[in-house]
């Protein structure tokens, strides 16, 4: 009997996380893989093992020494969870590390990072003319080491330029839509994304759509139905013929199709609230610095909503990554996003 293909992944209860794990599991190939994953859940892992046939391991992202031996039992590892923490991802790198020592296997490490890691410092007042190409391996390289996801994604490159793992980054932009999968389904996965959600419940608690100054920078946005394909895309191309997929500083792969205003979001957000009842204004007032502090746990990621980062995913497109949904379908999935926050408060 061929052996298995053993595979980690860490973010299953995740949004991201959890969309790529179903994936893995409904694959044309999944009767040869092996999943383990780590979950700090003990119930959840109940529910992964017995009505989804994957191994999990409780346990947090802060036991270094468990996230090594998992990294290091792995011929692949989806990290779907963490694209700032330092001693997580150098743990899960020792562990691949050990595994090419010992086995002399080319372990496959597919990280998650993020468009983050174009931004500026726009604070809403422009739009930038800068965009980022996936496939211009020199303007990556020159990004400055104190963006967004640089020390991690550095860490990871250098695994690859070591020789011991074939290392591919995935950088989603603005993730949207609510997530349904046999996984959300079961309880097991969170369901909504983070960026909107955040100005959605700051908007419900002020009453009033808000804005990063005017609200005239630009991000770029996917759906987290296409973001998931792409890493299955990309897994697909790498066992296909790893020869012709970029790793490394070649392996790169933004998360886009197409791209929105913040001033835009905040928009629609002003105009589901005013269709719930919940104020007859439509149009976004500034956010204020306290509101920064209140909603978004700081000055720093309050600015962060009014950052460019243009980028376009031409290196993914090339892999045969298809998405189907644009902005329009993003603008349109704020309002019954709009309404289930509401429903919670």
């Excluded at 700090?40 to 391991?57: D, P, Q």
């Excluded at 739009?127 to 390289?141: F, G, H």
């Excluded at 074939?166 to 839509?177: A, D, H, K, M, N």
Aim: aromatic share 8%.
């Amino acid at each position: 009997m061929a052996t298995k293909t053993p595979i980690f992944l860490t973010g299953a209860t995740g949004y991201i996380g959890g969309a790529v794990l179903a994936r893995l599991l409904s694959h044309p190939s999944a009767s040869t893989f092996d999943i383990t994953v780590l979950v700090r859940n003990a119930e959840k892992a109940k529910i992964l093992e017995s009505k989804f046939g994957v191994k999990a391991v409780v346990g947090s992202h802060a036991e270094l020494d468990k996230v090594e031996s998992l990294a290091e039992n792995a011929h692949v590892v989806f990290e779907l969870a963490e694209s700032d923490n330092v001693p997580f991802i150098k743990a899960i790198l020792s562990g691949l590390r050990k595994r090419h020592a010992k086995l002399g296997d080319l372990p496959i490490l597919i990280h998650t990072s993020g468009t983050g890691l174009l931004t500026d410092n726009a604070r809403g007042e422009y739009a930038t003319e800068t965009i980022y190409d996936d496939l211009n391996v020199e303007q990556y390289k020159a990004i400055p080491d104190t963006a967004f996801h640089r020390d991690v994604d550095t860490l990871v490159i250098n695994a690859d330029v070591e020789g011991y793992a074939r290392t591919y980054i995935v950088l989603p932009s603005t993730i949207y839509g609510i997530a349904k999968h046999p996984l959300t389904e079961a309880g097991v996965s969170n369901p909504h994304s983070m960026q909107i959600p955040t100005l959605i419940k700051a908007a419900l608690a002020r009453k009033r759509a808000g804005v990063v100054g005017k609200g005239k920078a630009l991000w770029p946005d996917v759906h987290i139905d296409d973001i998931a394909d792409l890493y299955i895309v990309l897994y697909d191309a790498i066992v296909a013929n790893p020869e012709k997929v970029g790793h490394g500083w070649e392996g790169v792969f933004y998360g886009e199709n197409g791209e929105h205003s913040w001033y835009q979001i905040s928009k629609a957000i002003g105009e589901a609230l005013v269709a719930l009842g919940i104020t007859t204004e439509p149009e976004p007032t500034p956010f204020t610095v306290e509101d920064f502090e209140k909603y978004f746990g700081g000055e720093r990621w309050g600015w962060y909503s009014g950052t460019n980062s243009r980028c376009r995913a031409n290196r993914a497109r090339a892999l045969g990554w298809k998405p189907k949904y644009t902005t329009e379908d993003m603008l349109k999935s704020i309002r019954p996003e709009v309404e289930v926050y509401a429903m919670k408060q």
